[in-house]
């Protein structure tokens, strides 16, 4: 007898947002610091660990740009983990943040969508962690407006639909790796692909409405 095969994890591509989805839940967000999150990563692509250690002094204003560093001093629970490659040789100190890759370190541009809400929020604020204390909290924040707005909604999820948004922009696919700061360029190049199939499942629905 043998057991039954699990599914296959979903792709985060099977999971990105369609724009009416985003309207929906944009409608249903409560507060600056909802939107903040939701935007926020909506916007930049960045992954959670990223977004929650984002501080002011990663933003040149002047270039209109976000630099995420080779790492940064934090104190929080989750960076006095030390943590070690296979061989048992430490790749982060405690008390360390280092982005997940070394293609993470990249610059993102800051786009009209969050220009605001950024300058707003850090007028007054050092560091996101001030008011999102950790990716936990952060989780927990996105679960709320998932069950507000009845939709389907994880960290991962936004940032593949930045990187949909930046395909329906002509964004090419040496563009969209550097933004998301993928190691590869088969996984831009599969939300290239992505949004061509979501144009044309406009176009048909369009054309069906117009019969």
Same mark, same amino acid.
């Given at each position: 007898?043998?057991?039954?095969?699990?599914?296959?994890?979903?792709?985060t591509?099977?999971?990105?947002?369609?724009?009416?989805? +985003?309207?929906?839940?944009?409608?249903?967000?409560?507060?600056?610091?909802?939107a903040?999150?939701?935007?926020?990563?909506?916007?930049?692509?960045?992954?959670?660990?990223?977004?929650?250690?984002?501080?002011?002094?990663? +933003?040149?204003?002047?270039?209109?740009?976000?630099?995420?560093?080779?790492?940064?001093?934090?104190?929080?629970?989750?960076?006095?983990?030390?943590?070690?490659?296979?061989?048992?040789?430490?790749?982060?100190?405690?008390?360390?943040?280092?982005?997940?890759?070394?293609?993470?370190?990249?610059?993102?541009?800051i786009?009209?969508?969050?220009?605001e809400?950024?300058?707003?929020?850090?007028?007054?604020?050092?560091?996101?962690?001030?008011?999102?204390?950790?990716?936990?909290?952060?989780?927990?924040?996105?679960?709320?407006?998932?069950?507000?707005?009845n939709?389907?909604?994880?960290?991962?999820m936004?940032?593949?639909?930045?990187?949909?948004?930046?395909?329906?922009?002509?964004?090419?696919?040496?563009?969209?790796?550097?933004?998301?700061?993928?190691?590869?360029?088969?996984?831009?190049?599969?939300?290239?692909?992505?949004?061509?199939?979501?144009?044309?499942?406009?176009?048909?629905?369009?054309?069906?409405?117009?019969?």
């Amino acid at each position: 007898m043998s057991w039954p095969k699990s599914k296959p994890k979903p792709k985060t591509k099977d999971h990105v947002l369609e724009d009416l989805t +985003i309207n929906k839940i944009k409608n249903v967000i409560e507060s600056k610091l909802e939107a903040l999150l939701f935007l926020g990563l909506l916007y930049t692509g960045m992954r959670i660990s990223e977004f929650v250690h984002f501080r002011r002094d990663w +933003i040149n204003w002047e270039k209109g740009l976000i630099f995420i560093p080779k790492r940064q001093v934090c104190r929080c629970f989750e960076c006095k983990r030390v943590l070690r490659n296979r061989k048992g040789e430490v790749t982060k100190p405690s008390g360390v943040w280092k982005p997940k890759t070394h293609e993470a370190v990249r610059p993102i541009p800051i786009l009209p969508e969050v220009e605001e809400l950024f300058r707003d929020y850090f007028k007054s604020h050092r560091a996101i962690m001030e008011v999102i204390a950790s990716r936990v909290y952060a989780w927990m924040m996105l679960k709320k407006i998932e069950k507000n707005a009845n939709v389907k909604l994880f960290p991962h999820m936004l940032r593949g639909t930045f990187a949909t948004l930046l395909a329906d922009k002509d964004f090419d696919a040496i563009e969209i790796k550097e933004i998301l700061g993928w190691k590869s360029f088969e996984t831009a190049e599969e939300y290239i692909h992505l949004s061509g199939s979501r144009v044309l499942k406009a176009v048909k629905e369009k054309w069906k409405r117009s019969e």
